[in-house]
């Protein structure tokens, strides 16, 4: 059985209330086997039937539950780096895509790689999230909005699981937008959502959430609630983009459709957020996407303090959010919203595990929990995401194995 000792900070996570406790153990040690988290606590009150592993040593530095990145929309080709510095000099992005940028002009670079190519540039950004300390991610569609691609994205994502390296938990975002061969007939595009794609991703079990983006350029509520009605017949459970870029009650849609989250909220309203408390409807802030479209954050502490649990993610995409980093995402979370590094961390552990229906599994280092963990270069969370630097994660460790940093220290003798 393995046993990391010499951990100067342990952060947990192991309570599912209070974003703030993070369950800290100073000096501490971490025993697994088979994948799975066999024991966490003191170093000086190790079991004695855990005492002669193998043993590594950890160099006094932080460890955390693996992060989870639970909103992302991994496989998709292209950039549109040329939009950056357009919205820099003020044009909009609800204007640039209504000029035929924006999602629809990934949706024609996603729609010209076949699916090696766009495998290897979803494995590429998963290798480097797993370097950050990335151990789950969430993979959305979105870029195919026809059954084929659809298809192809999902298999893209089926395809790297099956690799070693951070899990990945896939949804169908068909629902990103209306694609322009529908824009004269919007009820068909709805009507191949639910009556074609749908079936065919729950059939093949390619997916295990379905999205919308529930937004004034995008999809309506009477629209949205027909596909997650239609998602969650299928076993398909509803997640949404909500009140990103106007207060399209779209939480309160979460919260009436039993989403397992809402997504974005910059613009939510009281209404929202009381909706979403009621219904236990995690909130997953994107600061990044925030950030990149010059918005006011979401109201994150007044979330909190009214009971929702705020998960933390990076959006990873090619318009709104081009950076996969989560970590840097949390200093955002900080600074912008206004949350603790503490309840940041839970936000990018527990409660994004929460946001994928895996709490309890991963995003916590609890006995029976899965050995996921990361290794960094400081003292405690605080530190951490204060001293922000871009490479903290000195390993990361998915199932009980070292996937980024090389083979874990060994204990000198
Ligand atoms: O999560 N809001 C909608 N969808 C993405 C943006 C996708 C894009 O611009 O390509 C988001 O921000
Ligand atoms: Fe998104």
Redesign the pocket.
Known sequence: MPLLENIGCLATCRSADDQADIGLIYDAALVWRGGRVQWAGPSDEIPGAHGGETRYDAGGRLVIPGLIDC?T?LA?GGW?SGEFSDRIRGRS?LDI?AGGG??VS?VRATRALDEDALLSRARAFRSAMASLGVTTIEAKT??GLELDTELQSLRVYARLAEEAGPRIVSTC?AA??VPPEFEDDRAAYVDLITDTILPAVAGAELAVFCDA?V?TS?FGRDEARRIFETGARLGLRPKL?AD??TDGGGAELAAEVGAVSA??LECISPVGIDALAGAGVVAVT?PL?TLY?DQEPPPARTMIDRGVAVAVAT?F?????PSYHLPLAMMLACNRQRMTPAETLKGATRYAARAIDREGEVGSLEVGSAADFAVIDAPDVDHWLYHFVPDACRWTVIGGDAFHGGPLEPVSS
């Not at 995409?317 to 959010?321: F, L, M, Q, S």
């Open positions: 909103h929309h998709f549109r992005y895509a924006g999602i990934t979105g870029y975002l990103h937008v983006f937004e995008a983009h990103q870029l997504d974005h994107l996407a479209l959006d995409n090619p318009g709104t959010a």
